[in-house]
């Protein structure tokens, strides 16, 4: 017999899967793509029907408060909503830094006023972020940035230069670390702002990557804007408010998303021996090759321990704790491990691997190598390996500095 809350939770599954028939459209399932894609991939009309349906319920952000536009969802009901969304396997109809990193940060250190105009068009994905944090001189030396921001009246002027913004060029505001005040150390002089791209002080440029797209830019402050009012935290106290946005993202690069754990269930078959079967042949049902065998077993393995503790911690998150330093540790792990799959994947494949373009090539396996080039990526963006191994030493571990 079912007790109270079990109907209840079976009732919300109900409306839910009722509710995904209708606004889920075939072509919002069952598909895989790079983040570096997600801008063409949202800019369809069955995409955008898909969020203004979940963003309509604040489904976006289940957890988030409703009072902001957010879900309001308790834990159950979050839960519900993640299952029935894997599935369906359908794509996540918000993703980016406004769901992933300034949201969870405004809700903790935003004003009042901050969070009223800023969280519901996050949620509604009305406007797009960009994160103005490195610069040519500061990247994991993070805390020797440049730009400056000084304070006239209601507003900072800001000049200097960022680089590696992720989508800048497609961005309607920017979340930025700037120098407030250079005259003491470090990490005590600079701010945390929020400011519009939209104005004539911000030049943005597109860098290609190694896979042949353009997902980030340089950006150019020529007395560009911030008002007063979009000051995050206190005026010279930004290092801790970025520091923690950092944990945001760094729970979002391994599978410890504080917004759901709906897109990292596992898959059901091993795509990996598949592969190595197709390839290099099999016999009695087990690949053919030794020593790819291994490989394949040892990464599976690594990966099942992998996902097995980040469910773990997927559930702890959903009940209301949020990410803190050992979210690194997902970092390290996870970026590694989404590498050595890449790799393996295109090193089965042995020469059919390596292609770039032509008939001779599958469309898989020229996706296979764009894949593994995009991934060369995931351990530097966020912070470094090293620099995810210097915090677990300190603020996990507790080694000295
Ligand atoms: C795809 C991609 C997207 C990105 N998007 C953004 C974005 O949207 N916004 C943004 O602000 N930034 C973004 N970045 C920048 C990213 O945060 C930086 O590249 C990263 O922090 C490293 O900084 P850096 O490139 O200056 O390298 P450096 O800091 O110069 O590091 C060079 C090497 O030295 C090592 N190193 C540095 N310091 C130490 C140390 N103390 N101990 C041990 N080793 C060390 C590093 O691990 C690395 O191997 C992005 C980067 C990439 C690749």
């Not at 896979?211 to 340089?218: A, I, K, L």
Request: hydrophobic content about 35%.
């Amino acid at each position: 017999m079912l007790g109270e809350t079990d109907m209840s939770s079976e009732v919300f599954r109900q409306e839910v899967r009722a509710f995904l028939e209708e606004n889920c459209a075939q072509s919002m399932r069952n598909r895989s793509f790079h983040w570096e894609d997600a801008h063409e991939v949202y800019n369809t009309d069955d995409a955008r029907q898909w969020l203004d349906a979940m963003a309509a319920k604040g489904w976006t952000a289940p957890s988030w408060p409703s009072e902001y536009g957010g879900g309001g969802l308790d834990r159950e009901e979050h839960q519900v909503l993640a299952e029935e969304l894997a599935r369906i396997k359908a794509v996540a109809p918000l993703t980016g830094m406004g769901l992933a990193m300034i949201g969870p940060t405004l809700l903790e250190f935003g004003t009042e006023d901050q969070k009223q105009r800023h969280i519901p068009k996050i949620v509604s994905g009305e406007v797009s972020w960009c994160q103005g944090y490195s610069e040519p001189g500061a990247g994991s030396d993070l805390a020797s940035l440049q730009t400056r921001a000084v304070l006239e009246g209601d507003h900072f002027v800001i000049n200097g230069q960022k680089i590696w913004t992720s989508g800048a060029q497609y961005a309607d505001w920017m979340f930025a670390l700037v120098r407030t005040n250079p005259d003491v150390p470090k990490h005590e002089g600079i701010s945390f702002v929020l400011l519009d791209m939209h104005q004539e002080g911000i030049t943005i440029k597109p860098i290609q990557l190694i896979s042949g797209s353009s997902p980030f830019c340089e950006t150019f402050f020529d007395d560009a804007i911030a008002l007063r009012e979009d000051l995050v935290g206190e005026l010279n106290k930004g290092w801790t408010v970025g520091k923690r946005l950092l944990q945001f993202e760094r729970s979002g690069v391994g599978p410890v998303s504080s917004s759901g754990g709906e897109k990292k269930k596992e898959q059901p078959r091993n795509e990996l021996a598949e592969l190595a079967k197709h390839y290099l042949g099999e016999s009695d049902n087990r690949i053919s090759d030794h020593a790819a065998r291994e490989k394949v077993i040892r990464h599976t393995m690594d990966q099942k321990a992998f996902t097995l503790t980040a469910e773990r911690v997927i559930q702890e998150n959903l009940s209301g704790k949020t990410p803190g330093a050992a979210t690194s540790i997902f970092k390290l792990v996870g970026s590694n491990l989404m590498q050595e799959s890449n790799e393996l994947k295109s090193t089965l494949r042995g020469v059919q691997g390596a292609g770039w373009e032509g008939n001779d090539f599958t469309e898989s396996e020229l996706e296979a190598t764009r894949s593994w080039l995009t991934t060369r990526a995931v351990t530097i963006y966020g912070g470094t390996n090293e620099v995810q191994m210097n915090i677990i030493s300190k603020r996990v571990l507790g080694l000295p500095d």
